[in-house]
């Protein structure tokens, strides 16, 4: 009988080491999957690590496509700075000493009426070169007792390009003196200083008295503006 409750014990001792072992086994393999749960997380890491290199090296590719698209486009703006330099063409102005001087066909032609006159003015390169004059001329009568520096027409400028050889002209509107018109001004010359220059050039004046008007609003005799 009790060899029989020996076994007993013997065999439930048994069974209680087994449940013991197989509760270890099942902890060890939750521990080992836990383990096994890290790597995926890793690898998913990694991978949102590639994307984010991806994604910086578009973010660069971008810039780098900005910078260029922004050079050029100074460089487009210095083409254009280039192309509106002085005239255009690279073309100076004329200058008073490159210049010839002489009346048109008005010369030694002059009525001795009371209407007003024109005398043009013809100016022509002299040079070997190209060269551009736009405005109004300086324009002095000039006597034996003084000097009347003529108003400018209302008419507007134009740049005007003279090659080599070639002549533009202007024109001296006047009005000649009659007696008892008014006061005389025995011009004898007329002084002419071109468009942006100090230098001027100095004429026989062509015709006879001229009626003074110096002070007035609209005077009679005026100078147009080179082209006219």
């Keep these: 009988m009790r060899l ?49 290199a991806e994604n910086a090296g578009a973010t660069k590719d971008a810039g780098s496509g900005t910078g260029s698209s922004g050079s050029s486009a100074a460089g487009s703006g210095t083409g254009g700075g280039t192309g509106t330099s002085g005239d255009g063409t690279g073309t100076s102005r004329c200058h008073t000493a490159g210049l010839g001087f002489s009346f048109g066909s008005g010369d030694g032609r002059i009525s001795s009426s009371d209407d007003q006159q024109q005398l043009p003015v ?54 000649p003196w009659n007696q008892g018109s ?29 009626l003074l008007q110096d002070g007035a609003t609209h005077p009679g005799t005026y100078t147009g503006p080179v082209g006219s």
């Design 4 to 52: 029989l409750h020996s076994a007993t014990a013997l065999a439930a001792t048994s069974v209680f080491a087994l449940a013991l072992t197989a509760c270890g086994n099942g902890s060890g393999n939750d521990t080992s999957g836990g383990q096994s749960s890290a790597p995926t997380s890793s690898s998913s890491a990694a991978a949102d690590g590639g994307a984010t």
């Design 122 to 175: 013809v100016l022509k390169n002299k040079t070997s070169a190209a060269c551009t004059i736009e405005g109004f001329p300086g324009v002095d009568l000039k006597s034996s007792g003084g000097s009347w520096s003529l108003t400018r027409s209302s008419a507007t400028p134009k740049k005007i390009t003279l090659a080599a050889g070639a002549s533009a002209t202007f024109t001296i509107t006047y009005l």
């Design 182 to 210: 008014g006061t005389e001004f025995k011009a004898t010359s007329v002084v002419v200083t071109p468009p942006n220059e100090t230098t001027s050039t100095t004429l026989a004046w062509p015709g006879g008295s001229v």
